[in-house]
């Protein structure tokens, strides 16, 4: 009898957190283009789709280039040029340049 207790306890526990991944997708906003960038605040969350196009490395972070005209900075993406991608974003401002940094990155 407490197996299966136990056994119900970590379903329930394992579809709870799978719930809050799905919930958290779901208050980002999808970003078509880079052209409103300036009606966001600081440290928006992003949902980013596209086709990989071309890739960059400055320093230790990488920029990478989607075909809808998206770029982001990525510290440990993998080659992901010709690939369609998802990636969750937050917008940064430094001297007056905006910038998106990728959270994560999912191969489609």
Do not use: H, W
């Not at 056994?7 to 283009?33: A, G, H, P, T």
């Not at 969750?88 to 999912?106: D, F, H, T």
Request: hydrophobic share 45%; charged share 25%; glycine share 2%.
């Amino acid at each position: 009898m407490k197996i299966d207790n136990f056994v119900l306890f970590i379903s329930i526990f394992l579809l709870s957190i799978l719930s809050v991944f799905f919930i958290f997708d779901f208050f980002l906003i999808e970003l078509k283009n880079k052209e409103n960038l300036e009606k966001y605040d600081d440290k928006t969350m992003f949902l980013l789709k596209g086709s990989v196009i071309e890739e960059k490395t400055t320093y230790n972070q990488k920029i990478v280039f989607l075909d809808n005209n998206i770029s982001f900075y990525c510290d440990s993406c993998p080659f992901l040029v010709g690939k369609k991608i998802t990636a969750r974003a937050y917008l940064e401002r430094y001297n007056g340049a905006e910038r998106l940094i990728a959270l994560s990155v999912k191969i489609d």
